[in-house]
């Protein structure tokens, strides 16, 4: 029998990168009894192994809890939420299957960038919200000061703030409780037609499709014949069951739980995330509010480096874009790497993950450009493209503007160290939008940029200028002309499409310089001499050169008429310049590199 709405809690975790989400989830694991002593490892809820060794969440996890107070037993679904920008796809649907969220705030911290955003979007969607501050065994913890600051950056108040500690269980209780008393059950109709939402879905090579749902209305039965609205199409309901947090199989779940099914669907693409699911036999006719559509602003070129492996990248991208809407790919061609695919992603720490993913879990290698972002181009015939490519940029006579992505970067930074960020953001055509103390000594600066400079290392440097203190968050703020244009690196008089870069006519000849200098190093020295150069259409902005390894041929001419040597050093010369016209140069995977790194000396 589905349980009972009233004695049900749905709740997310949310918090800043490295606040300590995945160790509370621990703790609220061990204290419910869930998982045996043996069972127990730290970051339980991170399945991925690169989320275990970089200590990041990457995929939202959902468990079923059973939780006894006063004699009452409670079910309690929790989901761990991961906390990087570019993840937060995730903890918005996470938070679309909830009534309340557990926001936890670092007391040695204090409120980040992060902590900010995802208040907000927990905000959006109408949750009660439960301030936890952790940490606090920590000597440096100040519980007071950080409350402080939650009530006046946030906006919320953190007079009931539970102060507890993921790492030794102190207040794990107390948020148990306030979970219970201050989280509303969930509200539905259980003798209405079916209606669940889709807030996650992976594949499973036994299964099919699996998706994970929480019931609004009606009950979802074992064997029962169910529709997705936006598809149209039917399944049969295979398997139906929850993660408590082992998976365990169930027989129904009614309104308000949270669970997963299989129903022999192919592929997660049937499966799209924020679709309703009714009963196919007696359908509802009002689906639920959708999520909003994840759009990647990030696209890079993947090639394999031996082209035998490209049916394998095909198969090892739609395998990884099954279990990441948010993730897209498309078949590209370069002339310099041959066939491969233009990828779509949220970030670089997305594109990161991704490509590690790849390398690790499919055993591939691979070649990755210089990632681009999503320009809006006008051309003077008044058509409007979408260009992501920098070498399918029209030819610079046909153009009228171009639009660039702008973000709204906030950064939460201590102010020793203010001067340096807005210096940074200065230097990267940033335009101020605000500065607000948060505290004496916490500072939140705002600053409109281009999401082409934020993508050039420009975290690195903002954590190099604050010595690891600025955290920051950003948002698509919208499109913005700018004076743009597309440097191309020739080598041998050859372009190279994968080394194209679209920048700011103003920084395009410091760019091509630096560029070309950095592929100098990295190219090597051939047969004859080879010319590498930085051009703007067929203007040519900047150029080097790669000196010629030089056989000695003189070297067996003892004495005689000087005329013998010049005839061997004239024969050399014509033997390069034939080379020259026919030579081919290969291009190491450090050149492609060397436009992300650009700004390291």
């Given at each position: 029998?589905?349980?009972?709405?009233?004695?049900?809690?749905?709740?997310?975790?949310?918090?800043?990168i490295d606040h300590g989400k995945s160790t509370l989830a621990d703790r609220i694991l061990e204290v419910t009894g869930a998982l045996s002593e043996r069972e127990q490892r730290a970051?339980?809820?991170?399945?991925?192994?690169?989320?275990?060794?970089?200590?990041?969440?990457?995929?939202?996890?959902?468990?079923?809890?059973?939780?006894?107070?006063?004699?009452?037993?409670?079910?309690?679904?929790?989901?761990?939420?991961?906390?990087?920008?570019?993840?937060?796809?995730?903890?918005?649907?996470?938070?679309?299957?909830?009534?309340?969220?557990?926001?936890?705030?670092?007391?040695?911290?204090?409120?980040?960038?992060?902590?900010?955003?995802?208040?907000?979007?927990?905000?959006?969607?109408?949750?009660?919200?439960?301030?936890?501050?952790?940490?606090?065994?920590?000597?440096?913890?100040?519980?007071?000061?950080?409350?402080?600051?939650?009530?006046?950056?946030v906006g919320i108040d953190a007079t009931g703030a539970v102060q507890a500690s993921g790492k030794t269980g102190i207040g794990v209780d107390k948020i148990l409780e306030a979970v219970?008393?201050?989280?509303?059950?969930?509200?539905?109709?259980?003798?209405?037609?079916?209606?669940?939402?889709?807030?996650?879905?992976?594949?499973?090579?036994?299964?099919?499709?699996?998706?994970?749902?929480?019931?609004?209305?009606?009950?979802?039965?074992?064997?029962?014949?169910?529709?997705?609205?936006?598809?149209?199409?039917?399944?049969?309901?295979?398997?139906?069951?929850?993660?408590?947090?082992?998976?365990?199989?169930?027989?129904?779940?009614?309104?308000?739980?949270?669970?997963?099914?299989?129903?022999?669907?192919?592929?997660?693409?049937?499966?799209?995330?924020?679709?309703?699911?009714?009963?196919?036999?007696?359908?509802?006719?009002?689906?639920?509010?959708?999520?909003?559509?994840?759009?990647?602003?990030?696209?890079?070129?993947?090639?394999?480096?031996?082209?035998?492996?490209?049916?394998?990248?095909?198969?090892?991208?739609?395998?990884?874009?099954?279990?990441?809407?948010?993730?897209?790919?498309?078949?590209?061609?370069?002339?310099?790497?041959?066939?491969?695919?233009?990828?779509?992603?949220?970030?670089?720490?997305?594109?990161?993950?991704?490509?590690?993913?790849?390398?690790?879990?499919?055993?591939?290698?691979?070649?990755?450009?210089?990632?681009?972002?999503?320009?809006?181009?006008?051309?003077?015939?008044?058509?409007?493209?979408?260009?992501?490519?920098?070498?399918?940029?029209?030819?610079?006579?046909?153009?009228?503007?171009?639009?660039?992505?702008?973000?709204?970067?906030?950064?939460?930074?201590?102010?020793?160290?203010?001067?340096?960020?807005?210096?940074?953001?200065?230097?990267?055509?940033?335009?101020?939008?605000?500065?607000?103390?948060?505290?004496?000594?916490?500072?939140?600066?705002?600053?409109?940029?281009?999401?082409?400079?934020?993508?050039?290392?420009?975290?690195?440097?903002?954590?190099?200028?604050?010595?690891?203190?600025?955290?920051?968050?950003?948002?698509?703020?919208?499109?913005?002309?700018?004076?743009?244009?597309?440097?191309?690196?020739?080598?041998?008089?050859?372009?190279?499409?994968?080394?194209?870069?679209?920048?700011?006519?103003?920084?395009?000849?410091?760019?091509?310089?630096?560029?070309?200098?950095?592929?100098?190093?990295?190219?090597?020295?051939?047969?004859?001499?080879?010319?590498?150069?930085?051009?703007?259409?067929?203007?040519?902005?900047?150029?080097?050169?790669?000196?010629?390894?030089?056989?000695?041929?003189?070297?067996?001419?003892?004495?005689?008429?000087?005329?013998?040597?010049?005839?061997?050093?004239?024969?050399?010369?014509?033997?390069?310049?034939?080379?020259?016209?026919?030579?081919?140069?290969?291009?190491?995977?450090?050149?492609?590199?060397?436009?992300?790194?650009?700004?390291?000396?």
């Amino acid at each position: 029998m589905p349980h009972d709405p009233k004695f049900i809690r749905n709740f997310a975790i949310i918090a800043h990168i490295d606040h300590g989400k995945s160790t509370l989830a621990d703790r609220i694991l061990e204290v419910t009894g869930a998982l045996s002593e043996r069972e127990q490892r730290a970051q339980f809820l991170d399945n991925l192994d690169i989320e275990r060794e970089r200590g990041i969440t990457i995929k939202a996890q959902t468990v079923r809890l059973p939780y006894v107070q006063d004699g009452v037993e409670y079910q309690i679904n929790l989901i761990d939420t991961p906390g990087h920008v570019d993840f937060n796809y995730e903890v918005s649907r996470s938070l679309q299957a909830c009534e309340g969220a557990i926001l936890v705030v670092d007391a040695t911290q204090g409120v980040e960038a992060q902590t900010l955003a995802n208040v907000y979007l927990a905000i959006e969607n109408d949750l009660a919200i439960i301030p936890v501050l952790n940490k606090v065994d920590l000597p440096s913890a100040q519980p007071e000061e950080v409350a402080r600051q939650i009530e006046q950056v946030v906006g919320i108040d953190a007079t009931g703030a539970v102060q507890a500690s993921g790492k030794t269980g102190i207040g794990v209780d107390k948020i148990l409780e306030a979970v219970v008393a201050r989280i509303p059950a969930p509200k539905g109709n259980p003798d209405a037609p079916l209606r669940a939402l889709v807030f996650d879905s992976w594949y499973d090579p036994y299964r099919g499709a699996v998706v994970m749902v929480r019931v609004i209305d009606g009950v979802l039965k074992k064997g029962q014949r169910v529709r997705f609205m936006s598809t149209g199409r039917d399944y049969d309901v295979t398997d139906l069951g929850v993660f408590a947090p082992h998976p365990s199989a169930l027989k129904d779940l009614g309104v308000g739980e949270v669970g997963f099914f299989a129903a022999a669907i192919k592929s997660v693409h049937e499966t799209k995330i924020g679709d309703t699911i009714t009963d196919g036999v007696h359908p509802s006719t009002d689906a639920l509010p959708g999520f909003k559509e994840v759009k990647p602003m990030v696209f890079a070129g993947i090639f394999p480096t031996d082209s035998v492996e490209y049916e394998m990248l095909r198969d090892a991208l739609s395998k990884l874009n099954m279990n990441d809407s948010a993730f897209v790919f498309e078949p590209d061609t370069s002339e310099a790497l041959g066939f491969g695919f233009r990828c779509g992603f949220l970030g670089l720490l997305h594109m990161e993950i991704i490509q590690e993913r790849l390398e690790r879990e499919h055993n591939l290698d691979l070649i990755t450009t210089a990632p681009s972002v999503v320009y809006q181009v006008y051309l003077k015939t008044g058509e409007q493209r979408t260009v992501e490519n920098p070498s399918r940029l029209p030819e610079v006579g046909l153009i009228d503007h171009i639009d660039e992505p702008i973000y709204r970067v906030t950064i939460h930074v201590p102010a020793a160290y203010v001067g340096a960020v807005l210096g940074l953001c200065q230097g990267r055509r940033g335009v101020q939008k605000g500065i607000q103390y948060a505290a004496s000594d916490r500072v939140i600066i705002s600053y409109d940029l281009p999401l082409g400079e934020v993508l050039f290392d420009f975290h690195d440097k903002l954590k190099s200028v604050s010595r690891g203190y600025a955290s920051m968050d950003y948002e698509l703020e919208g499109y913005q002309t700018a004076d743009l244009v597309r440097v191309d690196m020739l080598v041998n008089g050859e372009p190279l499409d994968a080394l194209s870069v679209i920048i700011h006519r103003e920084n395009s000849a410091f760019r091509g310089r630096q560029l070309a200098s950095k592929l100098k190093d990295l190219i090597p020295r051939q047969q004859y001499e080879v010319a590498v150069q930085a051009a703007i259409g067929a203007k040519v902005i900047a150029r080097t050169n790669i000196r010629a390894l030089r056989k000695d041929v003189t070297a067996k001419c003892y004495g005689g008429d000087i005329s013998r040597k010049r005839k061997l050093l004239e024969k050399q010369k014509d033997g390069k310049r034939r080379m020259k016209k026919v030579g081919r140069i290969e291009l190491p995977q450090e050149a492609f590199l060397a436009i992300l790194k650009i700004d390291e000396t």
